[in-house]
């Protein structure tokens, strides 16, 4: 497993302009099972890193940016500390046991990745990312790690975390602020969700086939059925209207399809 083939030649030749990176949400719901504290869900996690792989050896996705979310790792530890996007808290046990379960998950996922040959590895938000005005002000995420690992042609794997908060001690980042942030700053050409649902789902329970308004869509749209500390799929709406870059939110059976290109589930512009 090496990133030479999908970096720079390294040899200091100038190379061609780099493709716009494809970001993509591993839901926490998906690779976990979320009503089991710290369970990995094995067969959902090895399907989603074997359409990664073969996405990326099929040259269908160049550059990747992976970020998954807490599933029974973070969010159950989240929960029992009482601390989530909006609550923080100034107690470094509590802190550490978000954060050491956010990173036992994430090892999960790179050595799922690697497994299929990936050149995966791992950044951790709660050692660069903060919210200095507190929770109602920005998330500030400094990419440059990010971007260089891309370009040397690594795949970075973000995972939510927990997050310098002025006012609050740490607060929760949740991985789809991170997706918005990602897309944002590194110019994404598109952004996947993959949650358990096939899509935003309307009040008859049918795929939302595109949303480009919160208002069109505020009724149908809830938490988490599961314990969830940053705001299920309303906060993930939400967020993904903010980007420029268009995003899909799709089940397991549509990633394959987003890896194609295509733009399975709901559609938000
Ligand atoms: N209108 C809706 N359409 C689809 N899902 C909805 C809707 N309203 C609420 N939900 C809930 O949102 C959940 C998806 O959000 P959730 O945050 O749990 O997923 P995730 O991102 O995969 O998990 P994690 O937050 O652990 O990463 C669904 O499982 C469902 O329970
Ligand atoms: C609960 C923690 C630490 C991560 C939350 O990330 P999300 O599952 O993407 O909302």
Known sequence: MTADDRGSDGDGSS?????????????????????????VDDAALAAATDAVAAALDHGSVDRLVVVHGGGSFGHHHASEHGVSTTEGTHDADAVMDVHDAMVRLNRAVLSSLHD???????VHPLSLSARPEGTGGDLDLPLSSTATLLGEGFVPVLHGDGVATAGEGVTVVSGDELVVELAAGLEADRVGVCSTVPGVLDAEGSVIPSIDSL???AEALGASDATDVSGGMAAKVEELLALDAPASVFGPDGLEAFLRGDAPGTRID
């Open 15 to 39: 190379a061609p302009a780099a493709d716009p990176p494809v970001v993509l949400k591993l839901g926490g719901s998906v690779i976990t099972e979320k009503d089991r504290p710290e369970t």
């Open 116 to 122: 299929r040959g990936v050149p995966a590895v791992p």
């Open 215 to 217: 208002e069109s869509v």
